[in-house]
């Protein structure tokens, strides 16, 4: 079985700072792991995916994170926060094989500060 | 269309009524799972279906929730007798593939917003 757990249901940056959203996994297998954003009434969008390739993934919006199988941590970053990177943000998880069915941590919504 | 479509996006239902919720899967694709997003949570798995066939139904929370997929293509979630702790935004999202060793990308629909007064 797989699981995920978020620190932090919410988190504020100034503009301009750091983001650092924290995951934690527990896997039996070795996972896929996922970051998705959500914008108020939207659906899910994949941020970027880890899926045993380079520890080292870079997504979409400038976003990237770093699998540390030692930590068993996936933390998201981003060097600098924009304004519209508010939003709430879902870390992942699955095993390869079989449908690969994902399971979701519950969450942590990133206020941006100007 | 381009991406996967669910429809209503937003149903008001009152406490025991029935409800179904439609999703269009992105054409060609074989997999098609359905998630239920409670209001300040992470969306959970419901069930799962490959084409026709409802593989795994493991999450649905009690028998009034059941689910079709009969052409292999559209998706019916269907909950009767609604309570209000069904309350939830339904996420249904689909992928190319019926799974094996390699990635197989899940996208995801808008969502539909069930609230049960």
């Known amino acids: 079985a797989q699981s995920v757990t978020q620190l932090g249901s919410h988190v504020s940056v100034s503009e301009g700072a750091l983001v650092l959203l924290r995951c934690n996994y527990s896997s039996s297998v070795p996972p896929y792991l996922f970051w998705y954003v959500q914008y108020p009434n939207q659906g899910l969008q994949l941020l970027l995916k880890?899926?045993?390739?380079?520890?080292l993934v870079k997504g979409i919006n400038g976003f990237e994170a770093e699998f540390k199988k030692s930590e068993t941590s996936f933390h998201l970053t981003k060097p600098s926060a924009h304004m519209s990177d508010a939003a709430e943000y879902f870390c992942?998880?699955?095993?390869?094989?079989?449908?690969?069915?994902?399971?979701f941590g519950t969450g942590t919504k990133l206020q941006v500060i100007p | 269309g381009a991406g996967v479509s669910q429809s209503p996006r937003y149903k008001v239902a009152k406490r025991g009524q029935d409800v179904a919720l439609r999703c269009d899967p992105i054409s060609g694709h074989v997999s098609l799972f359905w998630y239920q997003q409670a209001l300040g949570q992470g969306p959970e798995f419901l069930t799962y279906f490959q084409n026709e066939a409802q593989l795994d139904k493991s999450g649905l929370p009690s028998d009034r929730f059941f689910a079709e997929r009969p052409e292999g293509s559209v998706s019916t979630l269907k909950i009767q007798r609604t309570q209000q702790e069904d309350s939830a935004v339904y996420l249904c999202a689909s992928s190319l593939v019926g799974g094996g060793g390699t990635y197989n990308e899940q996208f995801f629909g808008p969502g539909t917003r069930l609230t049960v007064l």
């Open positions: 992942a998880v699955s095993a390869p094989g079989g449908y690969q069915k994902v399971t």
């Open positions: 880890y899926t045993s390739a380079a520890t």
